[in-house]
């Protein structure tokens, strides 16, 4: 499981097809707003049904994985309007004059998809957007200093020609990213914009559970006079960082002397940790806007170019990233706020001494998605009544439901106790009605 969205096409084969059963007719006029295990697209035999290789380096996301980068979107999208971000959305094509003119053409070598129109004219399939969104603030000639800091950010899919695409979405040629690009009045603008971004970056990894650490890196080919990576510590990392186990030095191993063993700040002796790259941030001051003037006028009407950064985070990457370093060997385990789904209700096997209890527990369902709505497309039943309890509680656990409610043996008790298998904890709670709801009351979603 710890390889589920990295593994290669052995492990995703593909599915024979989706695990869908008809809906009784009998079931009441509430069962119609019941979202159904048996009804979703979620092949089972794809290792949860996340995603499915189209092609090296490319993959479809199916619906629990769309499910959850949506949810991680909305809270990236919080935090950068927290920022001060402002959303926009450009063309993935772009004008290979435009990358010329930065030099980037040349410089990024095979890794840019190039092609051509019926014309003729050139272009590349964006796997960053400096060039583009430079343009775009050029082409608005009246900028003002009022008007700075600008902070414009999309989140798209971007494109990548590894040489050798791997580990599923953690190295793929199709990917989603957000970038941030900044434009401020002054260099020390432009780095308290660079200081904040970061912090927000810090806070949407401690928001998601994720240990993530901030290093030190190279600009390659983006380019500009500062870098870190967010970097999440894992052994299947292809990253090698230098870390100062007090947290005073982190630093990506090709920004570090060989000859360096100890941390400059305090002398503790460095160590060293694989990462997987999540983020990555970049001090670029007037690199892009000296080459398409990008300007604003200043309060003495004079036209100055804007200091820029760009800001990046692998959206499908956290995904992939984040299972990598949460999960065991046969079970998913999600950051709780972005799980496709929060529950998953189980009612017992169908012609078991529990049956009854059956009705019970879609009462139960339907009680929580009443009294707490917001949860209402986040509850699942699992309807494969011809399946045990126990098969079932396995295949939850495989999805990553956060928590999975089970109609029991104390289910026929007076009043009836639900099984509460709380996946964070690894804990079973026995609960009457009010006692789940209260549970899942503080359930949070994005």
Not at 77 to 104: F, Y
Not at 327 to 346: G, H
Not at 396 to 407: D, E, F, H, R
């Amino acid at each position: 499981m710890l390889g589920l969205l990295r593994t290669g096409l052995p492990v995703l084969r593909a599915a024979a097809g989706p695990q869908l059963q008809a809906r009784s007719s009998q079931h009441d006029a509430s069962a119609h707003a019941r979202l159904l295990l048996s009804q979703l697209f979620q092949p089972l035999n794809l290792q949860g049904g996340l995603i499915h290789p189209a092609s090296p380096g490319c993959y479809h996301l199916l619906p629990p994985a769309v499910r959850s980068m949506e949810k991680l979107i909305r809270l990236i999208d919080g935090a950068m309007r927290n920022i001060g971000g402002q959303k926009v959305n450009m063309p993935s094509l772009s004008s290979a004059e435009l990358w010329r003119t930065s030099g980037r053409w040349e410089q990024m070598g095979p890794e840019l998809f190039r092609l051509a129109d019926r014309h003729g004219k050139e272009y590349c399939l964006g796997p960053t957007h400096e060039e583009a969104v430079t343009e775009l603030v050029a082409a608005h000639s009246n900028l003002s200093y009022r008007q700075l800091p600008l902070r414009l950010y999309q989140v798209t899919r971007k494109f990548r020609d590894e040489p050798k695409p791997r580990f599923g979405l953690l190295r793929s040629r199709e990917f989603y990213m957000k970038d941030m690009y900044t434009f401020d009045a002054s260099e020390e603008a432009a780095r308290h914009t660079y200081e904040l971004v970061c912090t927000a970056y810090r806070s949407l990894f401690k928001r998601l559970g994720l240990r993530c650490v901030q290093v030190r890196a190279a600009t390659g080919t983006i380019g500009g006079t500062a870098s870190h990576e967010f970097q999440l510590p894992a052994d299947i990392g292809e990253d090698r960082l230098v870390l100062c186990p007090a947290g005073h030095f982190a630093a990506n191993v090709e920004m570090v002397d060989e000859k360096q063993t100890a941390c400059p700040a305090c002398g503790e002796k460095l160590t060293q940790s694989r990462g997987i790259e999540v983020g990555h941030t970049f001090y670029l001051g007037t690199k892009y806007s000296s080459v398409h003037n990008a300007a604003f006028y200043t309060p003495e009407n004079k036209l100055q170019l804007a200091e820029m950064g760009c800001y990046g985070l692998g959206v499908t990457r956290i995904l992939a990233a984040s299972i990598e370093v949460l999960s065991t060997e046969d079970s998913i385990r999600w950051p709780s706020l972005i799980a496709p789904y929060q529950v998953c209700f189980i009612p017992p096997k169908k012609g078991s001494r529990e049956e009854r209890g059956a009705a019970l527990l879609e009462r139960l369902y339907d009680d929580v998605a009443e009294a707490l709505p917001r949860l209402a497309g986040d509850v699942v039943l699992d309807d494969r009544t011809q399946m045990t309890i126990g098969k079932r509680l396995k295949d939850a656990n495989k999805l990553g439901y956060p928590y999975v409610v089970v109609a029991g043996r104390r289910v026929c008790e007076d009043p009836p106790v639900f099984e509460v298998w709380d996946q964070s904890s690894g804990t079973v709670l026995y609960l009457t009605k009010e006692g789940v709801i209260e549970l899942l009351s503080k359930v949070q979603l994005p």
